[in-house]
């Protein structure tokens, strides 16, 4: 049996019912090759961690940014609560000495294994709201990923590279940048894109996401990037 006492003390909370966070690692290609193994895959928790995850950021920056516009705050949010920093704070907490993965799935370490870490983390966000509620929930939420607020602004991580990669392209070059789904994989509970920002017939830059939507943002942030525009 896994000890969990080290995430534990990492993540600040000491679980009552250790089957909800030890079922918040499980991913579902594990139980494909491991069927015998007794508790069920991490969907259902990372469906629910989500929402709390969206509802306490959103709540935080609405009262933390009085005279910011909507639009400012969203994009706050996206940047707090996107695959890449839901990774780093899943990786700063151990997450992958816990992960419980198909052989397959644990030899790879690059975007998908990204995805995988920024889902298992909204599972752990979901199994703390089940074991001990909204509030516990919301103080891990508060420590771990709203202490990233200062960051992303200084760093301007927010910034919507979409729009930006359409303003520079028009001004640079008199184009407006259009987007192709160049990839789709995973079933559809689990959909990863690949998609292509194109200026006319020619491809700048590539980007990943769980959404076409934050594709397409990454497609545009490396296309910023590349052509020296950022």
């Known amino acids: 049996m896994v000890d969990f006492a080290n995430f534990e003390k990492k993540a600040g909370i000491t679980f009552i019912n250790k089957d909800l966070l030890r079922q918040a690692f499980v991913h579902r290609s594990y139980l494909n090759e491991n069927k015998w193994y007794g508790h069920g895959h991490n969907e259902r928790l990372e469906f ?28 706050y949010r996206s940047a707090l609560v996107n695959a890449n920093t839901c990774a780093s704070v899943a990786t700063d907490l151990g997450v992958n000495d816990y992960l419980l993965l198909s052989k397959g799935e644990a030899k790879d370490t690059g975007r998908a294994r990204t995805f995988i870490l920024a889902n298992t983390l909204e599972a752990i966000i979901g199994s703390i709201y089940l074991d001990q509620g909204y509030d516990i929930a919301k103080k891990f939420i508060v420590e771990h990923i709203l202490t990233l607020v200062g960051n992303v602004i ?33 079933p559809d509970h689990d959909k990863h894109f690949t998609v292509g920002v194109y200026l006319n017939k020619d ?26 525009w950022a």
């Open 48 to 75: 629910l961690g989500d929402a709390v995850l969206e509802l306490v950021v959103t709540d935080h920056l609405y009262h933390k940014f009085p005279e910011n516009n909507e639009g400012d705050l969203t994009a």
């Open 154 to 186: 200084k760093d301007g991580t927010w910034i919507d590279s979409k729009s930006l990669f359409q303003e520079k392209a028009q001004e640079e070059t008199g184009i407006t940048p259009s987007y192709k789904t160049v990839k789709e994989t995973g």
């Open 203 to 228: 491809l700048i830059a590539t980007g990943d996401g769980q959404s076409k939507q934050d594709a397409e943002q990454e497609a545009a942030k490396k296309a910023l990037e590349t052509k020296g």
